[in-house]
């Protein structure tokens, strides 16, 4: 698992996550064609970018002739997930009802159809669950 320091994601990163799972992989210079310019950034910048978000390990990258074409090695559902975790283990101190009452609160102001979605994703972990672990 990550940890909370090594995932802290950058504005740039989170850009290049977004592109990247938006369009595929892709080599530096495409990313820098998709999202740097228009940001008036360097290749250069895009490419520190591109490597940081390899090393801590959330693209994989391939070398294809002179240059490397990254790809996401996490999908988006996952890294919140582990991000998510991440905090609330910090942040909750083993006291898993603040947690869960904190998030149905942020649910809540999400908008007036959170609550209803989250009504609903409950009951379909719970139909899964009794699929996957039949009595």
Known sequence: MLSIRSSYLGELEIA?????????????????Q???TQ???SLNTVQSALER?????????EKVRH???????VRREELMAQLMGQVAHVLSAGKGYDLLSTFVDFAARVDEHSLDRLEQLIAE?????????PP
Request: net charge positive.
């Open 67 to 73: 240059a490397y074409v990254y790809a996401p090695a």
């Open 39 to 41: 940001r008036g950034i």
């Open 125 to 133: 972990r719970r139909r899964q669950q009794q699929e996957d672990d």
């Open 53 to 61: 978000l390899y090393r801590k390990k959330l693209l994989s990258r």
């Open 16 to 32: 290049v996550l977004e592109y990247l799972w938006s369009e595929g992989a892709m080599d530096a210079k495409d990313v820098h």
């Open 34 to 36: 998709g999202i740097g």
